[in-house]
C-alpha cells in the first residue's frame, strides 16, 4: 500500500506544505486503496473520484501560486448524513434515494475554505440510529480487523476507511456515542465535541439536543487540527455557541504533570469484558506514569442513562422524522390521496430500527405519557449534567472504556435491539451532559480486537481532553497499528 494513505493528516498537510508531495499523488493513493478494499469492507457509499482528481489538481495549482491554507488539498471523507452541495445524501436510508444536497453543511464549508478536497460518503446506521452499522441500506460496513465483526456505529464507514487507510481523515456524527464507538472497535481516534462546539447546520438532524458532527484522525494530533477548522459559531445553528476557538494544536504536550484524572467508579461494574476492563485500566495506568493523580469520583445515576436516552433521542427523532413524507425530499411511493402516500412512502422507505424508533418517540410523547416519560428523562437528564458538574470540581477531565465490549459479531445482537442499546451505557451520558469526550486506541485483546480509551471533559474544554490524549498517544504505540486485510 502507497505510503501516501498511511499517513496522518498532520504529516500530509507538513509534506503539502513543503511540495514533497502533491495532492494529486494524495488522493490517487487514497482512491487506489478504497479500489482495494472496498468491495470487502463496504466503508463508503459513494466516491467522488473525477472531482476530488478535479479539486486536488485545482489545489496543487494553487499551491504553487502560494496558496497556504492549512488543509490545502488533503482529502477528507464524510459521512453520508452531512450534507455536501451538489452530492447525494442518503443518511444511509431507501428513503433518500434520489436527493442531492443544494447546500454545504457549515463544518464542510469551512473546511473547504480551508482547502479540503471532499473525496467520499461513508456508510451508516440509517439515519445515525445504531451502534453495529448493520441498520443501513447498503449493507453493514466491516471490521477491518475481523471481518466477520461489526465495526460499530452509527459512523461505521468513516471509523473502518480511517481505520483500513482508505481516509486521511473522516467526519462522522455522535449524538449517543457515533463517533467514539466506531473509533474504539476500528483503532483510530474519534471526537465527540462539546454541544455548541461546532454548528449542526446541515447535519440532517437525528436528535437536535444531542447531535454533533465530530472528526476521527488516526491521531489526536490530526482530529485537534480538524477540530480548529470546523470549530466556531454559526448564525445558520443558534445552538452553536458564540465562544472562541482556542489554538488546539498549541495545546498539545508530552506529560500530564500537575493534571488530575477521576475514574468514575460506575463506569468500571460488572458486565465489563474482562480483557477491555484490564486494558483500560493499563492504559490509566500509564497516565499516571505520565504525572497525572488518579482520582475515582462516583457518577451514581449513569444506571439511568440508557433510560433517558431512549426517551429523549425517541422523543426528538419522531419529530426529526417527521419531514420525510415524500414530498419533499428523495423517494415517494404514490398514494390514493395525500395521507395514503405518506404512509406508503413511510412504510417502504425506513428500515426497521428507524420505525421502532418513530413510534417509540410518538409514544414517549403522546398525551398521558408525555409527563411519565418525557418530562421525567428530562429531569433525570438535568441529574446527570449536574453529576458531571460536581465531577470536573474533583478533576480535570475523566477516564473510562469506550465500550463494555469489544466489536460483536455481525448479525449476535440483530434480533435484539436492547442488547445493542445496552451497550451504549459509557457514550450516552456525555450527549445527555453536553460535554466533549474522546476515544483513543489504548490496546488490543488477545483476539486482536481493538479497544478504546475514552477521556471525557467538562464543555468546552477539547483542548484538555487532546493533551491527555496526545500525551498517552506520544507513550504508546496502539494508533500506529494497521489491521492486515
Ligand atoms: N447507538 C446510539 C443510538 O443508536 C447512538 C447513535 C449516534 O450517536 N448517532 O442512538
New binding site residues.
Given amino acids: 500500500m502507497s505510503e501516501l494513505a498511511r499517513q496522518t493528516l498532520q504529516e500530509t498537510s507538513r509534506k503539502l506544505a513543503a511540495r514533497e508531495i502533491s495532492s494529486a499523488a494524495v488522493v490517487e493513493a487514497v482512491l487506489s486503496q478504497i479500489e482495494k478494499l472496498n468491495l470487502s469492507l463496504n466503508a463508503y457509499v459513494n466516491v467522488n473520484a473525477d472531482k476530488a482528481r478535479a479539486a486536488a489538481k485545482a489545489a496543487d495549482e494553487a499551491r504553487a501560486k502560494g496558496d497556504s491554507r492549512p488543509l490545502l488539498g488533503v482529502p477528507v471523507s464524510v459521512k453520508d448524513v452531512l450534507n455536501v452541495k451538489g452530492q447525494p445524501c442518503t443518511c444511509g436510508s431507501k428513503i433518500l434515494r434520489g436527493y442531492t444536497s443544494p447546500y454545504d453543511t457549515t463544518a464542510i464549508a469551512k473546511l473547504k475554505s480551508a482547502g479540503a478536497v471532499i473525496l467520499g460518503r461513508t456508510n451508516m446506521?440509517e439515519f445515525?440510529?445504531?451502534?453495529s452499522n448493520e441498520n443501513s441500506c447498503y449493507g453493514p460496513a466491516k471490521n477491518p480487523w475481523d471481518l466477520s465483526r461489526v465495526p460499530g456505529?452509527?459512523?461505521g464507514g468513516s471509523a473502518v476507511a480511517v481505520a483500513a487507510d482508505m481516509a486521511i481523515a473522516a467526519l462522522g456524527?455522535?449524538?449517543?456515542?457515533?463517533?467514539r464507538?466506531p473509533a474504539s472497535f476500528c483503532s483510530c481516534v474519534g471526537l465527540k465535541p462539546s454541544y455548541g462546539r461546532t454548528s449542526r447546520y446541515g447535519l440532517t438532524a437525528?436528535?437536535s439536543s444531542?447531535?454533533q458532527i465530530g472528526p476521527f484522525g488516526k491521531t489526536v494530533a490530526d482530529v485537534a487540527m480538524l477540530l480548529g477548522a470546523m470549530a466556531g459559531h454559526d448564525p445558520m445553528d443558534s445552538t452553536s455557541a458564540n465562544v472562541p476557538v482556542p489554538d488546539y494544536t498549541a495545546a498539545l504536550k508530552t506529560d500530564l504533570k500537575g493534571m488530575k484524572l477521576g475514574l468514575p467508579k460506575e463506569y468500571f461494574i460488572e458486565g465489563v469484558d474482562r480483557e477491555v476492563g484490564e486494558i483500560v485500566r493499563a492504559a490509566i495506568a500509564q497516565c499516571e506514569k505520565l504525572g497525572a493523580e488518579i482520582v475515582e469520583v462516583s457518577l451514581p445515576r449513569t444506571k439511568y442513562a440508557i433510560a433517558t436516552?431512549?426517551v429523549i433521542?425517541t422523543a426528538e427523532a419522531s419529530a426529526n422524522l417527521a419531514r420525510f413524507d415524500g414530498v419533499r425530499y428523495g423517494a415517494r411511493v404514490d398514494g390514493e390521496d395525500p395521507i395514503d402516500m405518506y404512509g406508503k412512502t413511510r412504510a417502504a422507505g425506513f428500515g426497521s430500527e428507524v420505525k421502532r424508533r418513530i413510534i417509540l418517540g410518538t409514544y414517549v410523547l403522546s398525551s398521558g405519557y408525555y409527563d411519565a416519560y418525557y418530562v421525567r428523562a428530562q429531569k433525570v437528564r438535568t441529574l446527570i449534567q449536574r453529576e458531571f458538574s460536581e465531577a470536573f470540581t474533583k478533576c480535570d477531565a475523566l477516564l473510562t472504556p469506550v465500550s463494555p465490549m469489544p466489536a460483536w459479531k455481525l448479525g449476535e445482537k440483530a434480533d435484539d435491539p436492547l442488547q445493542?442499546?445496552l451497550a451504549?451505557i459509557f457514550?450516552?451520558t456525555a450527549?445527555l451532559a453536553g460535554i466533549c469526550g474522546m476515544s483513543v486506541p489504548c490496546g488490543f485483546t488477545a483476539g486482536k480486537l481493538p479497544v478504546g480509551l475514552q477521556i471525557l471533559g467538562p464543555a468546552f474544554r477539547e483542548e484538555t481532553i487532546f493533551r491527555v490524549g496526545h500525551a498517552y498517544e506520544q507513550a504508546t504505540s496502539w494508533h500506529s497499528m494497521r489491521p492486515k486485510i
Avoid: H, I, P
Wanted: charge should be negative; hydrophobic fraction near 25%; proline fraction near 0%.
Fill in positions: 446506521d445515525a440510529m445504531g451502534s456505529g452509527s459512523s456524527s455522535d449524538t449517543g456515542g457515533s463517533v464507538q437525528y436528535a444531542l447531535d436516552y431512549y433521542a445493542t442499546y451504549d457514550t450516552v450527549n
